[in-house]
């Protein structure tokens, strides 16, 4: 049994969708952000950082990952599954994994808080945020004319990138233009597992729509609470 400690985020879908896909057992526990409990010493003794997502995996001596990238590589690594074991081909699938770790989460992130969350519009950070967002769908629009999935088979790789890129429209980004990006979303969405890995836990918005101001406003004012206390809501 696995324990996870979680949010209704990207990065805790991440997560959630990878072992909703891998079949494997897990308690979903999911902290309270407004409460802090991500700064508490118990969560901390499992992720120092005091982010989520963490695991911990019961069945190997209670062992604790933190980052959600440690933790897809680990999972995949613990059942075979969502990514290949020669070089070349584990290779693909982590250039992918990072390409989202290092820039897809963190661009979209600073989008995120600049164009939703601040409480002052500061139109030069929205524009290189969501510009420098936009680059990198077209990165991945570029790879998928040619590709079904990103790494080969479907793997953690299409997991990681897959669970930000569908909150583009939070983000202010239009994929339109992008017909490859589009067809590997849909086709994605439309897995069970990946649709069951959403439901834990679902998310107070749907940061899929942008199509109820109220509600968007109402939400990004919880969420810049969140990023005042210095953890994003995504």
């Known amino acids: 049994m696995i324990d996870l400690y979680t949010a209704a985020t990207p990065n805790g879908h991440k997560v959630s969708i990878a072992l909703e896909e891998l079949a494997l057992p897990y308690t979903l526990k999911v902290l309270d ?58 290779s693909r699938v982590l250039q992918w994994l990072m390409f989202q770790m290092g820039g897809i989460g963190p661009m979209m992130g600073q989008a995120n808080v600049f164009f939703r969350y601040f409480p002052e519009k500061i139109q030069p950070a929205i524009d290189r945020y969501q510009g420098e ?17 990103l ?26 233009d992008l017909p490859h990006l589009q067809r590997w979303l849909d086709a994605i969405r439309q897995r069970p597992a990946v649709q069951r890995g959403l439901l834990a836990p679902p998310s107070e918005r749907d940061l899929t729509r942008d199509d109820n101001e109220e509600a968007a406003r109402k939400f990004s004012e919880a969420a810049r609470t969140m990023v005042e206390m210095g953890q994003s809501k995504t």
């Open 133 to 149: 967002s936009k680059r990198l769908f077209r990165v991945l629009d570029a790879h998928l004319k040619d590709h079904e999935y």
């Open 151 to 176: 790494a080969g088979d479907y793997s953690i790789a299409d997991i990681a990138n897959w669970a930000w890129v569908r909150t583009h429209k939070w983000s202010g980004v239009a994929v339109e």
């Open 33 to 90: 952000f407004a409460k802090n409990e991500q700064k508490q010493p118990a969560f901390l003794a499992i992720n120092p950082n005091g982010r989520i997502p963490a695991i911990v995996d019961r069945a190997e001596d209670d062992f604790a990952v933190f980052e959600s990238g440690a933790i897809l590589i680990y999972l995949a690594e613990k059942t075979g599954q969502l990514m290949p074991s020669d070089a070349k081909s584990r």
